[in-house]
């Protein structure tokens, strides 16, 4: 199937469905990028509350991202 039929049965899907189309999309991702599974490990497993951002800031960033 070539890239332009995805994204045409994409469009055809509910938004829920859409939405876990990303979030497969974006998972995928994530497995095959070595060097941000790192990092988001190490920013997980960081014990330092100092390293840490507050839920308002996070949602603030995300909406400045588009997200």
Do not use: H, N, T
């Amino acid at each position: 199937m070539k890239l332009d039929d995805l994204q045409r049965e994409a469009e055809r899907l509910s938004r829920e469905e859409q939405r876990k189309l990303i979030g497969f999309l974006v998972a995928m991702d994530i497995r095959r990028d070595e060097g941000y599974r790192e990092e988001l490990c190490r920013r997980l497993d960081d014990k330092d509350p100092r390293a840490w951002i507050k839920l308002k800031e996070a949602e603030q960033r995300l909406k400045s991202d588009g997200v």
